[in-house]
């Protein structure tokens, strides 16, 4: 669409698309639920205990749809906000050259950055931030804007340039991966921490603190599925201030503020608890590809720090930290496989336990058929074998001075005998 002086302005229907990317319904909405590798995992952490098993598989499933029905919400939202920023300038000129600088880049990128290193690639999108904020500060067309309308247009061309690209930077990097595979593993092993044992003022035993936790956890899941590293800021941000209210609710005193040194215990924890996935490539694509004067400042910028050294504390622990002495230690973090062993082991054991009560049982019920069927058998024999005595006719036998004078003998030849 172009306008009267001949420039044009970014087309929403088309913000995804490219010549070099397909162009079918799946790839429109390829954003929503990108591929990843077999390892990648929700949470690691996603058991449940409860005395009744079937509600418990109820509220799950029902938590897990409010998730995903939450998520899919928030991923629409974000993407269409992306795209309808410009519009809100309210400054003709403005809009025509943040557009023309929007294309001009993203034309760049798909001609000379696809397929290039991360760090090539994350260069390129600084350099864009840094010209369009030099841009802004002189060129007349942003003379009128002000620095409100000038920060929200940062904002948008941050989500939409990082939307359009996103599939061919995140993740761009084999050591990336490796280091996932690696803390996650961490994370897993410690899956027996403990708020005490972290020192975290995590009381889960006030339902609404539990709740909270939970509520922590999903946002940094959530995080995942975000593409703008704004938007995965946000994230972080909105798991930290659910880290407080559990803080808060924990206390004895609420009138009291948690501080630094409560928090990232507390954060520790949750992080642990939730095993979000790839955290550490989502940690590397914010510091790589987010506008710097944004991720420095504010609460998102501290709320990331914060994330970085509890991943970082995680990593690298040492029982000292924890209070332990080494043996206690790698005892509990050998438990963890040693626990997933016998769990698998216990299964393996039901199964085959199952099995052999499945055969004794077919076994007892073919013994009852077999018994059922001889005696049936014997009952018929004896039935066939059995016969009554043949009876003689009084007046076929012939009377003899004997049964005259024994007629006895005479009656038991002519009465019937009985079976």
Known sequence: EEDNDGQSTPDPTMATRS????????????????PRNAHRRTN??????????????????????????????RLTRDSASGFAFLSQLNNRPAEQDASAQIKKFIAKFEGEGIGQP???????????????????????????????AVDQVLVGMERYIMQHIYDWV????????????RLQAQIRALHWMTPERLEASIKLDIEEVA?????????????????????????????????????????????????ADDFLPALIYVLIKAN?????????????????????????????????????????????QL??????????????VIEATEGLESIRNLKSLLERMR???????????????????????????????????????????YTEQHPEVLEAVTTPSEA
Not at 222 to 242: G, I, N, W
């Open 19 to 34: 010549p070099k990317r397909p162009t079918d319904e799946s790839s429109d909405r390829r954003w929503f639920r990108r």
């Open 44 to 73: 690691s952490n996603g058991s449940f205990n409860s005395s009744d098993e079937t509600d418990s598989l109820s509220s799950f499933r029902s938590k897990l749809r409010g998730f995903t029905n939450t998520l899919v919400d």
């Open 118 to 148: 991360v760090a090539e690639q994350s260069q390129m999108v600084q350099d864009f931030y840094t010209d369009m904020q030099e841009r802004i500060e002189t060129t007349a067309a942003w003379r009128d804007v002000s620095d409100d």
């Open 170 to 181: 995140f993740m761009n990097n084999d050591e990336d991966e490796e280091k996932d595979l």
């Open 211 to 259: 709740m909270e936790v939970e509520n922590a956890q999903e946002e940094l899941i959530t995080m995942d599925a975000m593409r703008a590293p704004q938007d995965k800021l946000q994230c972080v941000v909105a798991c930290s201030k659910s880290i407080f209210r559990i803080l808060e609710k924990s206390s004895d005193d609420p009138a009291l503020s948690a501080s």
């Open 276 to 320: 979000p996935p790839m955290l550490y490539s989502n940690l590397q694509y914010v510091d790589r590809f987010s506008n710097p004067s944004k991720l420095m400042a504010g609460e998102a910028g501290y709320y990331y720090t914060n994330l970085m050294g509890a991943a970082s504390f995680i990593e690298h622990v040492q029982p000292e």
């Open 323 to 336: 209070h332990m002495s080494q043996d206690e230690f790698e005892h509990s973090m050998r438990g963890s």
């Open 359 to 401: 055969n004794v049982e077919n076994k007892q019920k073919v013994l009852q058929e077999e018994v059922t069927l001889l005696i049936d058998t014997l009952t018929a024999l004896t039935a066939s074998s059995v016969k009554p005595t043949k009876v003689v006719p009084e007046e076929m036998v012939a009377p003899t001075p």
